[in-house]
C-alpha cells in the first residue's frame, strides 16, 4: 500500500531553518502532483506549496521567498526546504500526493513544526 513518511520537523526559534522530508513508497513522486499542507491549532489545513510532475512549484503567498519544495527521483522524496522560520509558521505539516491515475490522495502523518522564542 502507499505510504508517506515525513521526517525532520522540530522546535526552532525564529529566522531558523529546517528541511522536512517526505518519503514515498508504493507510489512516485515524480509522476504525480506532490504538496506539502500544514495544519495550526484551530485552524483549517492549508496548502504551502506543490510540485508538478513537470517541476513547476507553486507556493501559499505566506510562505513565498522563504520555503522551497524539491524532489529526489531516485529516493522518491520530496523536500520542504524552510528558512527564516516564523512563529505563524508553527503547524503539523503534511505531505500529500494525488495519483495521476485514480485521483486519489494519499496523505502522510504528519510531522510537527514549532516556531517560538
Known amino acids: 500500500q502507499v505510504q508517506l513518511v515525513e521526517s525532520g520537523g522540530g522546535s526552532v526559534q525564529p529566522g531558523d531553518s529546517l528541511r522536512l522530508s517526505c518519503a514515498a513508497s508504493?507510489?512516485?513522486?515524480?509522476?504525480?502532483?506532490a504538496s506539502w499542507y500544514r495544519q495550526a491549532p484551530g485552524k483549517e489545513r492549508e496548502l504551502v506549496g506543490r510540485?508538478?510532475?513537470?517541476?513547476?512549484?507553486t507556493y501559499n503567498e505566506s510562505v513565498k521567498g522563504r520555503f522551497t519544495i524539491s524532489r529526489d527521483k531516485a529516493k522518491n522524496t520530496m523536500y520542504l526546504q524552510m528558512n527564516s522560520l516564523k512563529p505563524d509558521d508553527t503547524a503539523v505539516y503534511y505531505c500529500?500526493?494525488?495519483?495521476?491515475?485514480?485521483?486519489?490522495?494519499?496523505w502522510g502523518q504528519g510531522t510537527q513544526v514549532t516556531v517560538s522564542s
Open positions: 500529500n500526493v494525488r495519483s495521476s491515475y485514480s485521483g486519489r490522495d494519499y
Open positions: 510540485i508538478t510532475s513537470t517541476d513547476t512549484t
Open positions: 508504493k507510489i512516485m513522486l515524480s509522476i504525480n502532483v
